[in-house]
């Protein structure tokens, strides 16, 4: 039961982070468009990157549920493993969600400055990759401890 909620908080949580982190880019570019609306397509590029988090829980959630059924197949399930995915599933989960919301803000404030007439979609994606690093770290630390199971 415990892995199952692992498993669980991993898809949730990322998933709930990517869907907060894609309304503040929204709202920012819906704002924008008043502003300057030939920029659409900048906006949209922006708006889609916090989405990326929820996609990493839906890899990690595949990852560790394969290896949660062939232990549970073998019998060879113990208190280690169901603890090793469930802190596996919430480390994810809580670090996807953190990383989209904040990589949103950056975004967020990159929408707000083209709109704005500046010429930042380039930089504002090379900002926007640092919070982007942690989730993926996490993703690797998930895929590292369900191999080792």
Same mark, same amino acid.
């Given at each position: &039961?415990? +892995? !199952?909620? #692992?498993?669980?908080?991993?898809? @949730?949580? /990322?998933? *709930?982070?990517?869907?907060? #982190?894609?309304?503040?880019?929204? $709202?920012?570019?819906? @704002?924008? &468009?008043?502003?300057?609306?030939? +920029?659409? @397509?900048?906006? *949209?590029?922006? =708006?889609?990157?916090?989405? =990326?988090?929820?996609?990493?829980?839906?890899?990690?959630?595949?990852?560790?549920?394969?290896? %949660?059924?062939?232990?549970?197949?073998?019998?060879?399930?113990?208190? !280690?493993?169901?603890?090793?995915?469930?802190? /596996?599933? %919430?480390? %994810? #989960?809580?670090?996807?969600?953190?990383?989209?919301?904040?990589?949103?803000?950056?975004?967020?404030?990159?929408?707000?400055?083209?709109? $704005?007439?500046?010429?930042?979609?380039?930089? /504002? &994606?090379?900002?926007?990759? !640092?919070?982007?690093?942690?989730?993926?770290?996490?993703?690797?630390?998930?895929?590292? /401890?369900? %191999? +080792?199971?």
């Amino acid at each position: &039961m415990l +892995s !199952f909620l #692992g498993i669980a908080l991993m898809v @949730g949580l /990322t998933g *709930i982070g990517s869907s907060i #982190g894609v309304t503040i880019c929204g $709202n920012a570019a819906v @704002g924008a &468009m008043k502003k300057n609306p030939d +920029s659409l @397509g900048q906006y *949209i590029g922006l =708006s889609a990157l916090p989405s =990326s988090q929820g996609l990493y829980g839906f890899v990690g959630f595949f990852m560790a549920k394969s290896a %949660l059924d062939k232990l549970l197949a073998a019998g060879a399930i113990t208190p !280690f493993t169901a603890w090793a995915i469930f802190f /596996t599933g %919430l480390i %994810l #989960g809580v670090v996807g969600a953190y990383s989209a919301i904040r990589q949103a803000q950056v975004c967020a404030n990159g929408i707000q400055a083209i709109g $704005n007439g500046e010429n930042v979609f380039s930089a /504002t &994606m090379v900002m926007a990759v !640092f919070p982007e690093l942690y989730a993926i770290l996490a993703l690797l630390v998930t895929i590292l /401890t369900v %191999l +080792s199971l």
